[in-house]
């Protein structure tokens, strides 16, 4: 045989070698990752750990809140693992598809957590087949709406009148940024927890504080102000003016159980003067120091746009609707 062709021979069947060798390796690459996932699914966790190699870097997210980077099964095992099942203890991984690319495997996957669904993409690097690196890309931002989060743990407390319950009922009645950092005053006055903002959060219903509490967020009708709004609102409890050194704003996120809208006091629908009822959902309330400012705002509640209420008093107060607002009065919705 020519050189020349020799050599034409001996390339075509390395080409023809690696070609056959390929899907092999891919293969095997793919086997190692499944046994990964089929362990994760089974909830085997040693069979998991045997999967990863001792020092396997496994990245999380930033929109999660077990984002960081964690060497080792036992790092991943305990801040990975364990606070997905706490947020979401339905938790299932399903995976749709594999795909190997040298020793990198792309898993095409669908996450079941907390009744929702979904898609997500894992890229794992196997080496000497075991993980040796493991990222990330779930769908954070659609996953924590259904996480049971340290405040959706508390409010599913069913003894409405402990420390834990009411810490998480009323500070949940501001935005988290403001809420998580608030003191908060329980229904006999005593103070639950200390605060750093300079903001307090408290049930503001008038009704003396039932021996089991509230029967849940809404009828606490908590709110939270800052020191401007606490002086509002414990002027408003007592009935005296409220004496302001300027605006302020007070939150009510969880609404309230229904007033009268133009008279203070008023604690049943019956006593209410006819068409002013009106039972919130969530709301920002801007509370003026002076009441005369906002006083050429209407006091129709029915028209989704701020309105007045106690329009004309010293309680006058400017109402903001928030998405939910009519829930608990869908007749009075636009």
């Avoid at 407390?157 to 500070?171: F, G, L, R």
């Avoid at 219903?205 to 021996?211: A, E, G, L």
């Avoid at 302020?248 to 159980?257: A, E, K, N, Q, S």
Wanted: proline share 6%.
């Amino acid at each position: 045989m020519k050189k020349s062709t020799k050599i034409i021979f001996l390339g075509a069947l390395s080409v023809f070698l690696s070609a056959c060798q390929k899907p092999a390796d891919d293969a095997a690459i793919i086997e190692a990752a499944k046994a990964g996932y089929t362990a994760f699914q089974q909830g085997d966790m040693a069979a998991w750990a045997a999967t990863q190699a001792s020092d396997v870097e496994w990245i999380a997210p930033k929109s999660l809140p077990y984002a960081g980077t964690y060497y080792g099964p036992d790092a991943v095992m305990e801040n990975v693992f364990t606070p997905i099942l706490e947020l979401w203890p339905d938790f299932e991984v399903e995976v749709v598809d594999y795909k190997a690319s040298g020793n990198t495997v792309f898993v095409s996957t669908k996450i079941h957590a907390g009744g929702n669904v979904s898609d997500s993409l894992h890229v794992a690097t196997i080496e000497n087949g075991k993980y040796v690196k493991f990222q990330i890309y779930d769908d954070g931002g659609y996953m924590m709406q259904t996480a049971l989060t340290l405040p959706k743990r508390a409010l599913a407390n069913t003894d409405h009148a402990s420390a834990e319950w009411q810490i998480a009922a009323y500070s949940s009645a501001a935005p988290a940024y403001i809420g998580d950092f608030a003191t908060v005053i329980g229904g006999k006055g005593e103070v639950l927890r200390e605060g750093t903002n300079g903001w307090t959060c408290l049930g503001l219903n008038p009704r003396p504080f039932p021996d089991g509490g509230w029967k849940d967020a809404h009828d606490a009708m908590p709110g939270c102000g800052d020191a401007e709004g606490m002086k509002w609102m414990q002027a408003a409890l007592a009935g005296t003016k409220p004496m302001l050194e300027r605006d302020t704003f007070i939150w009510m996120l969880h609404g309230d159980v229904g007033e009268d809208n133009t008279k203070m006091g008023v604690l049943q629908e019956a006593d209410s003067t006819p068409g002013q009822w009106i039972e919130s959902g969530p709301h920002l309330m801007l509370m003026p120091k002076d009441p005369a400012t906002i006083a050429k705002f209407g006091a129709d509640f029915t028209t989704g746009e701020p309105y007045v209420m106690m329009p004309g008093s010293d309680y006058a107060h400017l109402m903001i609707p928030l998405v939910g607002y009519y829930a608990w009065q869908e007749e009075s919705s636009p």
